[in-house]
């Protein structure tokens, strides 16, 4: 049984006992930011895989997170835990944080080969671990895996979820059709596992009023739809739809194309911004 603290992967887990003791720049040049005595903090999965890889980060002090005078850029490069090499040379993550209590930057790269790397934020001695595993090799389904169809459950029929939204005050209007209903009509889907009532790291429910506000300009080019994380509001028993995906961490928003395969897949954290970038950047809305 996999329980609420092991779900979720938000603000917990440093990426790196160091502080980030110098400056980084800008891809614009200039002065730096000062990050004197913040650390960097992951909010990614602990093992991604091969090909397109997203690695939000956050920046805290000894008191949490960080929340006001963040810096608009991070910069960073990927190298190989090994042998030192250089795998990607230069990596630039805009702020992000509509509607969140904290920041975060989503760095983005190509890694093809399985193995371990090291993030490096410009300026920091040590960086942080990614461990990075063989495409096909972790049950979540990812970028360029079939989206598997399952019945979620809708208003007309719970399937032994209750409440099957945890939204409040009211539940939110992602639940008319199942995934597989909605997989069947031809169109891209963004689907939301998440719980917005017990996501201890305060990111669920974010992440579902940035995927409303989405919904409502995009109209419907994409369905959307939502899964809870629990059966009940004991929050004790994971749902159906958690198990069906193999999932061991939320909340997860899948960007599906028309024809069922994943384009991408945000974890953890993610706002409505970020939401609206990739939806346009995978072709998924015009």
Known sequence: MLSRRSLILGGAA???SSALASACGSERGGSAPSLNGLTLVQRFPQVLV???VRM???LATVDGLVSEGAPAELVARLVESESGAIA???LVARR????????YWPFRAVIDSPGTYVLQVEGQEDGAGVQVAAAGSVAVPGAGDPMPPFDTPTTADSRGVDPICTRAPEPCPLHDVTLTEALALGRPVAFLVGTPAFCSTGTCAPALEGLLAVRERVGGAVTFVHADVYTDRTASTVAPAVQALGMTFEPALFLVGADGTVAERLDAVF???EIDERLAALGLVS
């Open 96 to 103: 992000h944080g509509d509607g969140l209590a904290a920041p």
């Open 271 to 273: 706002d409505e911004t």
């Open 56 to 58: 939000p980060v956050s």
């Open 88 to 90: 990607v040379d230069r």
């Open 14 to 16: 440093l990426l790196g």
């Open 50 to 52: 091969t090909g397109a």
